[in-house]
């Protein structure tokens, strides 16, 4: 069993930036692929991003890429997800998830575990 616990988020204007960090129990954490969703009211769940085990590989949703990075460091069994140049529209609930099974990562059903979530919220 894995438990995911996310910080760093809070209120911020357009333009600035925060990294939200991820941390999680259990030894198992480091072998499993993780990753980013956030859920704004009134609207759907999204995939964000996600990092492979080994940080060979990573993937972003168009919207964030070139502002945002996924990064993980399986010695501190945590993730983080750094985003700059934030908008409005970056202003959601941000959950990180991790057991990734599956071939879709867009896929909110085939991540095995979620945080709790922590809200973003980009405004002046």
């Known amino acids: 069993q894995v438990q995911l616990v996310e910080s760093g988020g809070g209120l911020v204007q357009p333009g600035e930036s925060l990294r939200l960090s991820c941390r999680a129990s259990g030894h198992s954490f480091r072998s499993y692929t993780m990753g980013w969703f956030r859920q704004a009211p009134g609207k759907e769940r999204e995939f964000v991003a996600a990092?492979?085990?080994?940080?060979?590989?990573?993937y972003y949703e168009d919207s964030v890429k070139g502002r945002f990075t996924i990064s993980r460091d399986n010695a501190k069994n945590t993730g983080y997800l750094q985003m700059t140049s934030l908008k409005p529209e970056d202003t959601a609930v941000y959950y990180c998830?991790?057991?990734?099974?599956?071939?879709?990562?867009?896929?909110?059903?085939?991540?095995?575990?979620w945080g709790q979530g922590t809200q973003v919220t980009v405004s002046s």
């Open positions: 990092i492979t085990s080994s940080s060979h590989n990573t």
């Open positions: 998830v991790a057991q990734f099974r599956g071939t879709d990562y867009r896929n909110s059903r085939n991540y095995g575990y």
